[in-house]
């Protein structure tokens, strides 16, 4: 009997600490994503959409739809889509279950995401280092940005992209409601242009 309760204890302790590991991976990734978001802006205007369902225990982890550079929209959303089309195809075939393929489909597409926006930043100017990561079935690659310089200046570590993501998630969030999930962000936002501390155009 005790042997028993003990497995059972140590199971569900194993599930609380996935749990836990699962939280702070989609709280780092909403959290890191809106800085990006935030960097970006400062060149371009940005149409995201908050998710379907509101998440209660983690932050949002909000879908870029449009990027408009000087009145030319590229559809972020369409092209993330296409990107990631052949590995759902090719995770469905290897015999998973529809509902962990589409999981799977859209942590790709914020892995695509990640890559693309920092590009993007690369084009501007600025350098950022990430650290590899791997998810529990080691599967998808996640970038976590460790520092960012802008033209050979250290402008943010760790610390500091998690406090100015965490209030640029916030407010991205203030600006939708359950009835209009999408929003606008007009280029050089300036709420946004005071949580980055800084104005880089």
């Known amino acids: 009997m005790e042997a028993t309760s003990s497995k059972k204890k140590i199971t569900m302790e194993k ?7 699962s939280r702070y991976i989609k709280n780092k990734k909403a959290i890191q994503l809106s800085y990006l978001i935030g960097l970006v802006n400062q060149f371009c205007t940005i149409t995201y959409e908050r998710p379907r369902k509101k998440a209660s225990t983690t ?3 909000f879908h870029v739809k449009i990027l408009n550079f000087n009145n030319e929209n590229f559809e972020i959303g369409e092209y993330l889509n296409k990107q990631c089309l052949k590995y759902y195809d090719e995770v469905i075939a290897s015999g998973l279950s529809k509902k962990n393929a589409t999981r799977r489909f859209e942590d790709e597409k914020i892995v695509i995401l990640f890559d693309l926006l920092i590009d993007i930043l690369f084009e501007y100017g600025f350098i950022i280092f990430t650290s590899k990561m791997r998810n529990k079935v080691n599967k998808s690659k996640i970038d976590f940005i460790e520092e960012v310089y802008y033209r050979s200046t250290l402008i943010a570590n760790e610390k500091e992209i998690s406090i100015q993501g965490t209030l ?3 407010y991205l969030f203030s600006k939708t ?7 606008t962000l007009q280029q050089k936002d300036k709420v946004v242009i005071q949580f980055i501390e800084k104005n880089y155009l």
């Open 15 to 21: 599930k609380r600490k996935h749990t836990l590991d």
């Open 59 to 61: 932050r949002q982890l």
């Open 168 to 170: 640029i998630n916030d």
């Open 177 to 183: 409601n359950i009835t209009h999930r999408e929003f």
